[in-house]
């Protein structure tokens, strides 16, 4: 008997009594010996290149798999590697033995990288796996990895620095027409992301080995009061410091809708997240007075780089119709971002460079998008960072004649509602030189105005050169501007 019968013997052998041991049958992970017969058999079938062999193997592991994925709940063992190592052997060799990997898949993200995305080796092992076989998850399974993709964030906004390299090589993976528009908002709200992981934690103890939904179901009303009691007591329901009012669970939703997007598994679309909820308020709050965690600095630094990504891709791969549906999205949220300064300042910068950039490719999407548009311009004097969007719309309408000379009906409601702008901005202006405010704010406030003031003058002059039927009425407007 030649060396590698011998070696396929003993770990064949070594399979078939980890499934009789009934220290291990109904938990296979335990056995620390397993996972290197199962990586050893795999090389194995690789340089014997022997359909026989392969199936043999592949009996043994595939009760192994069943057996891990059924036990996962009561296992106190992690799986992760041992079923990644079985889940590289259906790839590899699944069309001999006529194996369909995608219900494996499925079962080791719904039910194994769910409870395990915060153990640092499972997840740089997960990473690593989705790397190396990227174009056979791609071509074969297109649409797991974006199915998935709340999880894998989840994976990383946990692990942050440390894997960012693998998780950037990863990412592209994430982006199909089906995941693309719900992944922006989850990008842009990584760092809120990384706050309830962290509230998760602390109300429920390490998340390694605990699904996030069990624990959503079990303790969601004592992370509620949790986030609501430290947002604005400053004390911990742990500290023992709450009164009857926060005792009383019936106060706050147990299943806070919120709460479970943020901390959801797999994509089921674009969910609205009310940033005037309770939760959304607290979770702010608690970020804002306290003193950020290596995590969250590790994610403030990183979305920034996966925005460039995806941004990237989507200029190049991603068709006009998904585009044209993200940027009223991006206007949505340009002024509700994660309340850091260095933070906002570069998505925020990432969101009009990519818009306006869309904009000079596509200027009939100014057309198109007339209706956010003008209500983003009614928002101007709501805040600075609305006024700094309203004028970079401003700047994009009139460099782009308001989608085109074909677009007549479109440019003529966005003159109206440059018009209306120019007479609040003038009005507003007038109406502050008669105020009593401070020296800061009141230089402030003229600055702000006579910046969009230019805009608005300088984009209904251009939107009457690209459509002269507006020229008369342009005249008119700007020449309100000199009395």
């Known amino acids: ?28 992970a335990s056995d620390p010996s397993l996972l ?15 359909e026989d062999l392969v199936a043999r193997v592949y009996t043994s592991l595939n009760k192994i798999f069943q057996r891990a994925a059924a036990s996962l709940s009561q296992s106190r063992t992690s799986n ?47 990473l690593e796996f989705l790397i190396n076989n990227k174009k056979k998850l791609l071509t074969s399974f297109p649409n797991l990895l974006p199915q998935f993709f709340p999880l894998l964030l989840k994976l990383i906004a946990w692990n942050g620095e440390r894997l960012e390299k693998l998780f950037l090589k990863a990412f592209p993976a994430l982006i199909s027409p089906g995941s693309f528009l719900p992944l922006f908002p989850s990008l842009v709200d990584l760092p ?34 949790a986030l609501m009691d430290e947002a604005y007591t400053g004390s911990t329901i742990e500290d023992g410091v ?21 901390l959801k598994d797999e994509n089921d679309g674009i969910a609205e997240r009310p940033w005037s909820s309770p939760v959304m ?13 290596d995590k969250l600095k590790a994610v403030l630094s990183l979305t920034p780089r996966l925005l460039d990504v995806y941004f990237s891709i989507a200029l190049q791969t991603v068709n006009n119709s998904l585009i044209c549906a993200l940027i009223p999205l991006l206007m949505s949220r340009y002024a509700t971002i994660f309340p850091d300064k260095i933070f906002s300042y570069e998505v925020r910068k990432r969101l009009l460079e990519f818009m306006l950039s869309t904009f000079q490719c596509s200027p009939n999407f100014i057309a198109l998008l007339k209706k956010p548009i003008m209500d ?6 709501d805040s600075p960072v609305k006024t700094e969007l309203a004028l970079q719309l401003c700047w994009a309408i009139g ?54 003031l230019c805009f608005v003058v300088t984009a209904i002059a251009k939107l009457a050169t690209h459509h002269r039927e507006l020229i008369p009425r342009a005249r008119v407007s700007l020449g309100k501007v000199w009395c």
């Not at 190592?85 to 719904?110: C, K, M, N």
């Not at 308020?281 to 965690?293: D, R, W």
């Not at 509602?417 to 230089?443: A, C, F, I, P, W």
């Open 1 to 28: 008997m030649s060396e590698n019968d011998l070696g396929w013997d003993f770990h064949l052998r070594k399979l078939s009594v980890s499934g009789r041991d009934s220290n291990t049958a109904n938990d296979p």
């Open 36 to 50: 290197p017969s199962v990586k050893k058999l795999h090389a194995l079938c690789k340089t014997e290149n022997s």
């Open 80 to 126: 992760g590697l041992l079923l990644l190592a079985i889940l590289q052997f259906y790839l590899d060799f699944g069309e001999i033995v006529l194996h369909d990997a995608d219900p494996s898949l499925r079962t080791f993200f719904r039910s194994c990288l769910s409870r395990e995305f915060a153990d640092p080796v499972v997840a740089e092992a997960t």
């Open 192 to 225: 809120i992301l990384v706050v309830a992981l962290e509230k998760v934690e602390k109300s429920s103890g390490p998340l390694i080995g605990s699904s996030i939904a069990s624990i959503q179901k079990n303790t969601a009303p004592k992370m509620l009061l």
């Open 242 to 262: 709450g009164d009857s009012e926060y005792e009383d669970n019936s106060a706050i939703d147990v299943a806070d809708p919120l709460f479970l997007e943020l």
């Open 281 to 293: 308020t607290a979770i702010l709050q608690t970020s804002v007075n306290s003193p950020y965690s």
């Open 376 to 381: 983003r311009l009614g928002e101007a004097y």
């Open 399 to 452: 460099e782009h004649g308001g989608g085109g000379g074909s677009h007549k009906d479109e440019a003529r409601e966005l003159f109206e509602s440059l018009e209306l702008l120019l007479y609040e901005n003038l009005s507003s202006s007038r109406v502050g030189m008669t105020q009593e405010v401070s020296l800061d704010k009141d230089t402030y406030r003229r600055s702000s105005q006579s910046r969009l």
